[in-house]
């Protein structure tokens, strides 16, 4: 072998050598990197001619289990999604603070009945009236607060997904223009590595984000996809559109994530795409999806629940009750109703006028099973006020009714008759029409309209309401837009059940009580109802259908959304009404005494009431009190919560269990690295001393020694 073939082999193992020290030294700088994969280097004969010329790098190749790593990828992106549901479950539990505190929803509401304890004792002391009102309101507003707190984590849920599409994004364009690089080098011969540690390390990111799945293709290239195969970088890129609206109430509708290929040579992006939130089974969007979509919303459906039913049940009591001295006028809320409707009432309610001592002035009572069929409301507001001779009046208009004293000092009162009290829906004439409502919330505490399906609808023939169905994973089905007939309720009913509308998905019946009921069809039960639009209005009162009926989402969970004390008591705790009159009282007689406390000793019987409430959610229906609601709320909160710590906890085990076999198989041993430091930089000596030995021996042949 000639000198120069020496010079050359030595050189190859010089340069082979100084390349694997590289290699070596880029393993150990990286043994702190997370889900870094070693590498290793594999050399390789030079024949020239038959002879050997040397060493040669044949490959670069990362140490990597093909299962290991998809298994990593999975368990991560289930452990990110536990996480991010435990960390709202933490913010929710912040929200409720201690259930033994006297400042949690429980016990505000059991405060707020030892005030009414102490009420009762002696209803004339201004001071325990203020001390009630203070009461109501601290419960009214803690669990107002707590609904909207929840509606604020679906909005911060919502932006934290815009956030993450856009890194998405951001990786698959960093994983794409990666592709094409790799399978250059891999065609021409060349490592490919440090590229292949760079997607990699994409890779990793992306799988917290959404479940993936890697798919090589051989030339170097990836595929990827989630896991239940919706295609994320194939063929062409896709770019992952969200808008999020920003803020979020009980009625929003979130948009869904969808799937849009972008051209690769022109860079356009497709106008349309597929819905991606089904397709996702892991990662941090789908924690973050589950919170906005169904944990929290039955959260606040649940609290719904609650503040309404505490709602309607201390109006309930504050309608058969009166203040002392009676107030000079009651108005009631807007329900729906106009002059012309069937009175729908049966029972008797007496209403009165009388001076500030409780004396009756003027008295009628309204038996509402005699009157003739057909009466109207207008027919019944024209008895009453013929009744009262001009001592009060009772007027109805924009579907409110009011009734206020005439006389200087007078005061007014509505009355059941113990024995038969008026009842329209399930509720007394005084608490239907909201004549002395303690309480109000965005909307109202019940939808029982007393309508019976043959009454006039009211409404005008033509208008529409337009409805989205949403299905699973927040992709809307179909939308629908129902035509208003003339005629009656029936007839309504009947087009929101057309077979080839609305009644594919669920059937719409009307209740005894006059309420709405919705109810899925076999297989829907995933489906929900969302109205779009309702250009509906009854009469002259401006409510559309969905409101008076409560159709849609947002009528459960709002009711316990600005919940509070009306103004025309909280501004005069005189007005909070503790006592009870007499329904036999006569003109001169007292129908009502400071010192009556019967109102006020309602409050205390309806602490211990047991009361029905529907499932919601994973909160089956139950009987109980309404301390025992607020006590299983509480403790599905708290469940959810634990759940969630438990499902994080195993799920991140599982991923570092992972993670450290993975890392046995790709992770860099420091023993190892050094030792293959020393081996290659032994070679390295050695090849630089056989070029040292060639140098002297030209020297010698050219006799420069």
Same mark, same amino acid.
């Given at each position: ?9 030595a ?35 030079v ?9 040669k ?5 990362r ?6 790593e ?23 539990q ?8 006297s400042?949690?929803?429980?016990g ?17 002391k201004?001071?325990l ?8 309101q601290?419960?009214a ?5 707590i609904?909207d ?5 679906r909005?911060?849920? &919502? ?16 994983? =794409? ?15 490919t590595?440090?590229l292949?540690?760079q ?10 984000l ?11 290239a ?6 239940d ?78 503040g ?21 006028s ?6 729906g ?8 009432f ?9 001076? &500030? ?9 309204? =038996? ?11 027919d019944v ?11 009060g ?29 008026s ?5 007394g004439?005084?608490h ?11 909307v ?9 399906g ?9 208008s ?11 992709r809307?089905i179909r &939308?629908? %837009? ?30 005894a009580?006059?309420?709405? &009921?919705?109810?899925?069809k076999?297989?829907?039960? =995933? ?10 209005a009854?009469g002259? %009162? ?35 009404a ?6 036999n ?39 109980? %009190? ?21 499902r994080?906890? =195993? ?35 050695a ?19």
């Open positions: 072998m000639s000198l120069s073939a020496i010079m050359n082999t050189l190859t193992g010089l340069f082979t050598s100084q390349s694997a020290l590289r290699v070596t030294t880029s393993n150990i700088t990286n043994v702190n990197t997370p889900g870094y994969a070693r590498s290793v280097v594999h050399q390789e004969a024949v020239n001619s038959g002879l050997g010329g040397g060493v790098i044949a490959d670069v190749q140490v990597i289990d093909t299962f290991l998809e298994s990593f990828h999975s368990s991560l992106g289930q452990a990110r999604r536990y996480t991010v549901e435990r960390q709202f479950h933490d913010r929710v912040a929200l409720l603070g201690r259930p033994d505190s400042t949690s929803l429980s505000r509401l059991d405060t707020l009945f030892q005030k009414a304890a102490a009420a009762a004792n002696d209803p004339s201004q001071v009236r203020q001390d009630l009102l203070a009461g109501v601290d419960f507003s803690e669990i107002s607060r609904t707190e929840l509606q604020r984590l909005a911060d849920a &919502s932006n934290q997904i815009a956030e993450r599409v856009t890194t998405i994004n951001r990786l698959l364009e960093r994983i =794409d223009s990666l592709n094409p690089l790799i399978t250059r080098e891999t065609v021409l011969g060349n490592p590595g440090a292949e540690e997607r990699a390390q994409a890779v990793r990111e992306l799988a917290e959404v479940d993936i799945r890697v798919h090589d293709q051989g030339n170097g990836i595929h990827i996809t989630t896991g195969g919706t295609v994320l970088l194939g063929g062409a890129r896709y770019l992952l559109q969200y808008n999020s609206p920003g803020s979020a109430t009980a009625e929003t509708n979130f948009p869904p994530i969808t799937l849009h290929s972008v051209d690769p040579t022109t860079g356009n992006v497709s106008t349309d795409g597929p819905i991606l939130d089904g397709a996702l089974l892991g990662g941090e969007i789908k924690g973050l999806i589950e919170m906005r979509d169904r944990v929290l919303p039955e959260m606040a459906a649940q609290l719904g629940r609650l309404g039913t505490v709602m309607d049940q201390l109006n309930a009591i504050h309608n058969a009750s009166s203040a002392f001295p009676p107030p000079a009651l108005s009631g809320i807007n329900t109703l106009v002059g012309t409707d069937l009175h729908g049966s029972g008797r309610t007496a209403f009165k006028v009388t001076d &500030s001592t409780g004396n009756v002035v003027q008295s009628v009572t309204i =038996d509402f099973d005699a009157l003739p069929p057909g009466a109207t409301i207008n507001v024209a008895m009453i006020n013929a009744g009262l001779g001009g001592a009046t009772v007027t109805f208009a924009n579907g409110r009714m009011s009734f206020a004293a005439a006389g200087a000092g007078n005061g007014v009162m509505i009355v059941d008759d113990p024995a038969n009290p009842n329209r829906g399930g509720r004439f005084s239907f029409f909201g004549m002395n409502d303690l309480l109000e919330a965005k109202p505490s019940h939808f029982s309209t007393g309508f019976k043959t009454d006039a609808h009211g409404f005008t023939p033509g529409t309401i337009s409805f989205d169905v949403v299905g699973a994973n927040n809307v &939308s629908v %837009t129902v035509t208003i007939p003339a005629g009656d309720f029936n007839d309504i009913l009947a087009e929101l059940n057309d077979p080839a509308g609305l009644g594919i998905y669920m059937n719409f019946a009307m209740n009580d006059g309420s709405l &009921s919705v109810t899925p076999a297989g829907m039960e =995933d489906v929900k109802l969302h109205v779009k639009s309702d250009t509906t009854r002259d %009162t401006g409510l559309g259908f969905s409101r008076i009926f409560g159709l849609g989402e947002r009528f459960l969970a709002d009711q316990a959304s600005g919940l509070k004390v009306r103004d025309a008591v909280a501004n005069a705790p005189q007005r909070l503790l006592g009870k009159a007499d329904f009282a006569g003109i001169g007689q007292t129908a009502l005494s400071s010192g009556n406390n019967d109102g006020a000793r309602a409050w205390q019987e309806l602490e211990l009431q047991i009361l029905s409430f529907d499932a919601v959610g994973e909160l089956s229906a139950m009987k109980g %009190t309404l301390a025992q609601y607020s006590a299983a709320i509480l403790g599905n909160f708290g469940l959810r919560a634990a759940q969630a710590t438990t994080q906890a =195993d799920t991140v085990a599982l991923a570092t269990e992972v993670e450290t076999r993975r890392n046995d198989v790709s992770g860099v041993n420091l023993d190892e690295e050094l030792s293959n430091m020393i081996v290659f930089q032994n070679s390295y000596n090849a630089t001393r056989i070029i040292t030995t060639v140098r002297e021996m030209y020297d010698a042949l050219l006799g420069l020694v």
